[in-house]
């Protein structure tokens, strides 16, 4: 019953992504589509924090990796094609994070933590100094791309964007989450949680703690790479930034606003941040003030994020309830 109510919510938001491009303006619809791009990347941080209790201060590396995948696809080999530029990104975000996260599995709490920050600030470094390869502070050109061999030559750039490239996004994002999905309810999802929860009493049940925790990192860093490149495409640029440790703390804080207990809560906090930071942004200069506050002020009264408010109001409403109830007198002796 809960999975055909799952199944049922999934295919409904889905269709109101769908049904996006025909109710809202241009504008708004192309604000869907870093949400797109933040959705995977953080499908695979929620992979390691959610269901693995490893919390990554340097995930934007990933996301780095994989804009910088786009951008010398399409602008460095003259390769258009979006599908070899996520392969791009694939490898990359694999070849780094095989040496990467064969030291960081070794860690867990804050030790893992600094570990991470620690690869993205490096790679952060080399993006920003290596002027020649990366193009420094100025970035790297991502030219605009085909998709499945399909160049749309009649559309301009905002027409491509909320058009094909909407919908392939869309497509992209729906048949990843549909293959996390299947990795966190598989026997792995369930190690992961396993040595999560006590790792000592996992590895006696014969789970490869430190094997377990690896794949995660890669299964991670894949998500985070391609991720990087839906980003990518809509802007026209990769910039170092995207590897900084700031954008690393805006992924970790759109999970917890959306719930990293929760499969669908970091996709929410994603949209709900983008959403939020473009209102914001349009009200007033002082606008990052008023979004940390908001956002503060959201987790403050939400521990669990915006995905455990129902069961939050459900809790106080039946607190509310016990508490009118007059309690029986005591019986006479």
């Not at 396993?194 to 890669?218: C, I, M, S, W």
């Not at 992924?251 to 917890?256: G, N, R």
Request: proline share 5%; charged share 10%.
């Amino acid at each position: 019953m809960k999975r055909a109510a799952a199944a049922a919510l999934a295919l409904a938001a889905v269709a109101a992504f769908a049904a996006a491009p025909f109710v809202l303006g241009e504008y708004r619809t192309t604000l869907l589509l870093p949400v797109f791009g933040y959705g995977v990347a953080l499908l695979g941080f929620n992979l390691l924090f959610g269901y693995g209790g490893l919390l990554s201060f340097g995930h934007a590396l990933f996301v780095a990796i994989g804009a910088y995948a786009a951008a010398v696809t399409t602008g460095v080999w003259r390769i258009e094609s979006f599908e070899v530029a996520l392969l791009a990104a694939t490898g990359a975000g694999l070849a780094v994070a095989l040496p990467v996260g064969a030291l960081c599995a070794r860690y867990t709490r804050i030790f893992f933590g600094m570990l991470t920050l620690a690869f993205g600030m490096l790679f952060h470094s080399f993006l920003f100094k290596f002027y020649d390869l990366t193009g420094g502070d100025q970035g790297m050109r991502v030219r605009r791309p085909t998709l499945l061999g399909l160049e749309f030559e009649a559309l301009d750039k905002t027409g491509f964007l909320i058009g094909p490239f909407y919908w392939y996004c869309l497509a992209l994002a729906a048949l990843l989450a549909l293959l996390m999905w299947r990795v966190v309810r598989s026997p792995f999802g369930l190690a992961l949680r396993a040595q999560r929860d006590n790792p000592r009493k996992a590895e006696y049940l014969g789970v490869e703690v430190h094997r377990t925790r690896f794949l995660a990192f890669l299964v991670a860093a894949v998500f985070g790479a391609i991720g990087g490149a839906m980003l990518a495409v809509p802007v026209g640029l990769a910039d170092p930034e995207l590897a900084f440790w700031t954008h690393s703390g805006t992924l970790v804080f759109m999970t917890v606003l959306g719930g990293f207990a929760h499969f669908t809560g970091p996709l929410v906090g994603a949209l709900v941040y983008v959403l939020l930071q473009d209102s914001l942004v349009a009200m007033t200069p002082y606008w990052r003030f008023l979004l940390g506050a908001v956002l503060a002020l959201i987790v403050l009264a939400c521990p669990q994020g915006l995905m455990g408010l129902p069961a939050l109001i459900r809790a106080r409403i039946v607190t509310a309830r016990r508490g009118q109830v007059a309690p029986r007198p005591a019986p006479a002796e």
